[in-house]
């Protein structure tokens, strides 16, 4: 026991001296503002190619965790727009879809729908809106509106409503742009 106790105490210390050597910047949101904050990492080997164009399609189908909070992959959304401004990338080389479905539809109701559901406001508007403002495209689910029986006008007017989420990632995928999964 008291071996243990000497090697946490060893390691507390190292982690502590480490933490207290290794100055860390503040975070930036070089396209996203005040969203998805990330940090600049200059001495990085592999950075994204601030000449090249992004074309990417990001499927999100799980709410946030509470009612009253937001949905963490609708700011990994911000974080991935402003990883790819630190990199260089300017925002109009960056064509992002982003395709609510299931659970996610929640996060994409109007105030007044999200009050009658949840008894809260909606946390996601203002970053929604900051994400179309960076230039983000939304689309959500018909099949998940009528499965859910949302009325159209439940869905805030940033989001497109598409056939289906299935249909919309298939022909995003084979116009060629990189998918990622936030579940």
Aim: proline letters at 6%.
């Amino acid at each position: 026991m008291k071996k243990l106790t000497l090697l946490m105490i060893a390691v507390g210390a190292i982690i502590t001296l480490n933490a207290q050597t290794t100055p860390v910047p503040p975070k930036v949101n070089p396209i996203v503002k005040d969203f998805g904050s990330v940090w600049e990492i200059p001495f990085a080997t592999e950075q994204p190619n601030s000449k090249m164009k992004y074309n990417i399609v990001v499927d999100i189908t799980d709410a946030a965790a509470k009612p009253d909070t937001i949905n963490v992959y609708l700011e990994a959304v911000a974080t991935l727009m402003n990883l790819h401004g630190v990199g260089g990338v300017p925002a109009k080389n960056i064509n992002m879809i982003v395709v609510l479905h299931k659970m996610a539809t929640n996060s994409i109701l109007t105030n007044e729908m999200y009050q009658k559901r949840f008894k809260t406001d909606n946390p996601n508007l203002a970053m929604i809106a900051a994400l179309k403002e960076a230039g983000v495209k939304f689309y959500t689910c018909g099949q998940t509106l009528f499965r859910a029986r949302l009325p159209k006008e439940s869905i805030i007017p940033e989001v497109e409503i598409a056939t289906s989420a299935l249909t919309t990632l298939t022909t995003y995928q084979l116009k060629g742009y990189a998918t990622i999964n936030f579940k």
